[in-house]
């Protein structure tokens, strides 16, 4: 009992400072980034690119407010791209998604998840994603559309300069929709 007392207490101590640890590194400069003569982050340098020539989609996203609002931009996001593989971490519920970019194609009949399954290939300098494989009971965006198993989502990425990331999110779910339905994203770098 007293072991979950004190497990208690310390998720609650973590939960009421988490934006304060957050915040903290906001005054702390990030390597690497490009920057002015004045030594403030250049966010209209090109894109970066990573080892295979393709752009570096890695990076602390912030968001722009749309409707609808897709869940995956909702709260702060990072992305960490390596080879064959972007992974999406989610500060919001501690989530995190996998975005396989090995070539490898989605599953034939997958077990529902919260993210589903998805597979990126690049297109130029856009890496254009399929995810298939959701759970009947999700939300679409923060308005409680829904999403259902049947779902196909198609998001194109595109790093546009060192600090802006556009997406274009088309969802094709025709057991909840008519027709598909498509918004488009900005989500800013976040860096010092």
């Known amino acids: 009992m007293r072991y979950a007392t004190v497990a208690l207490i310390h998720a609650a101590i973590l939960a009421a400072v988490s934006p304060a640890l957050f915040a903290q590194w906001l005054d702390y400069p990030t390597p690497g980034v490009p920057r002015t003569p004045d030594d403030k982050p250049n966010l209209s340098a090109p894109a970066p690119k990573a080892a295979d020539g393709k752009p570096d989609l890695s990076g602390m996203w912030g968001w722009e407010t749309a409707r609808p609002c897709p869940r995956e931009v909702v709260g702060t996001t990072k992305s960490v791209q390596i080879p064959g593989r972007i992974?999406?971490?989610t500060e919001r519920n501690m989530a995190y998604?996998?975005?396989f970019t090995d070539g490898r194609p989605l599953p034939v009949d997958p077990n529902p998840t919260?993210?589903?399954y998805s597979t990126g290939k690049w297109d130029g300098d856009t890496l254009v994603v399929q995810?298939?494989?959701f759970r009947d009971d999700l939300w679409l965006d923060s308005d409680g559309n829904p999403l259902t198993s049947?779902?196909?989502v198609t998001e194109k990425f595109r790093?546009?300069?060192y600090g802006m990331l556009e997406i274009?999110?088309?969802v094709d779910d025709p057991t909840a929709y008519t027709a598909p339905r498509t918004v488009k994203l900005t989500q800013p770098l976040m860096v010092e």
């Open 87 to 89: 992974a999406i971490l």
């Open 159 to 161: 790093r546009s300069n």
């Open 114 to 116: 919260w993210k589903g």
């Open 150 to 152: 049947a779902a196909k």
């Open 97 to 99: 998604r996998q975005i």
């Open 131 to 133: 995810t298939i494989g």
């Open 168 to 170: 274009e999110i088309t």
